[in-house]
């Protein structure tokens, strides 16, 4: 990895001849898990301003942490084809210092990925040193690929050029049929990513992988709620199904409970046959609160029973409960594709 003080100065430890650049800010059709508020350009954004005002009068600290997290790249990916045996990624993060003192290869980190028959093999991990935001790498492509780049889960991106052999096609590499569809994540600071290992082993992420599909994560670490602005967003966005992690706890039980009941409704109103998953906390350190919202969560699971909806819960400390006396540094990553197994085996029921 080369740092650089300005993205377009020459490299020095990468011969650029015959390489031409492209700079992905233009092309818009090259990134998936975005919104595209304008669709001329990329825009990071997970929720519109008017929702990050209306946050700002229910908490303060929820709004300083969403207005914070709002352009992370979480659950974003680029996406394209080329032959050229050089790909030369020179980015400009938007912050210099490693976010919630989470791994670099997490927060901060682009985990490449080529496809084989739907297969993601790893390629390459760029991870930066703190301090630095302005760095350049070539990584070897073998074979003619098509290549997917996980982003960061806790920062944003202001600038990122893909270079190529002159001689080389390079488009982007669109899901297939249904795939194309995303399905829709908000839930708290686990499903954006806090801890995973690496950027492309969130559970949102790793279902990407695993189904091969379009996914759009709007979770804002523990910022996230019941909020009924949002609830009518998520209500807008056109998905193939919703995957719901919203373990925030409010104190004051009976008002926790008809913020998720009418929360959950809200969203059903908009999407009256899209499959709906609800998460129970994984709760890691047995705090009763979480129980207290989980029994929230299933009693409007039971509802949707009773009311014949296309709803699935999924019971987190009944499926990690074999890997919690884990003591390797694999432990939650393993927890991460295990919630994400369960989660593509709720898509296989359709």
């Known amino acids: 990895m080369e740092y650089l003080e300005n993205i377009n100065e020459k490299l020095s430890d990468v011969d650029e001849t015959n390489i031409i650049y492209y700079d992905l800010f233009d092309y818009p059709e090259f990134f998936y898990g975005t919104l595209n508020f304008a669709n001329d350009c990329v825009d990071f954004s997970k929720f519109p301003k008017h929702i990050l005002d209306n946050i700002k009068n229910f908490d303060d600290d929820t709004f300083v942490t969403m207005k914070k997290l709002n352009d992370s790249t979480c659950g974003c990916r680029i996406k394209f ?3 050229s045996h050089r790909i030369i990624l020179k980015i400009q993060l938007k912050n210099k210092d490693m976010s919630h003192n989470i791994p670099p290869e997490n927060s901060r980190g682009f985990d490449v990925y080529y496809l084989n028959n739907d297969s993601y093999i790893p390629l390459s991990l760029l991870a930066p040193e703190n301090d630095k935001n302005i760095f350049a790498q070539c990584i070897c492509n073998e074979d003619n690929s098509d290549i997917c780049i996980f982003l960061p889960n806790y920062d944003s991106i202001e600038k990122i050029y893909v270079g190529i052999e002159s001689d080389s096609y390079f488009y982007p590499s669109p899901y297939a049929g249904e795939n194309r569809k995303a399905i829709l994540f908000y839930g708290n600071d686990v499903s954006q990513g806090r801890l995973a290992s690496k950027c492309s082993c969130s559970y949102p992420n790793i279902v990407s992988k695993m189904m091969d599909q379009d996914i759009i994560n709007l979770s804002c670490d523990v910022a996230t709620g019941p909020f009924e602005d949002i609830a009518e967003y998520i209500g807008r966005i056109n998905c193939q199904s ?3 992690d919203c373990s925030t706890f409010i104190e004051n039980k009976e008002e ?8 959950y409704k809200t969203i059903r109103q908009y999407h ?3 499959r709906i998953i609800l998460l129970t906390s994984p709760n890691y350190d047995e705090d009763e609160k979480y129980d207290r919202i989980d029994h929230d969560i299933i009693m409007a699971y039971e509802d949707a029973v009773n009311d014949k909806e296309n709803t ?9 409960k074999d890997i919690l006396p884990d003591t390797s540094s694999k ?3 393993k927890i991460m594709k295990k919630i994400a197994e369960s989660i593509c085996d709720c898509h296989k029921k359709y």
């Open 81 to 83: 084809k080329t032959e």
């Open 242 to 244: 919703i995957v719901l």
């Open 256 to 263: 926790n409970k008809e913020m998720f009941k009418k929360f």
């Open 272 to 274: 009256e046959d899209t």
């Open 312 to 320: 699935i819960i999924i019971n987190q400390k009944t499926i990690i």
């Open 331 to 333: 432990k939650y990553d």
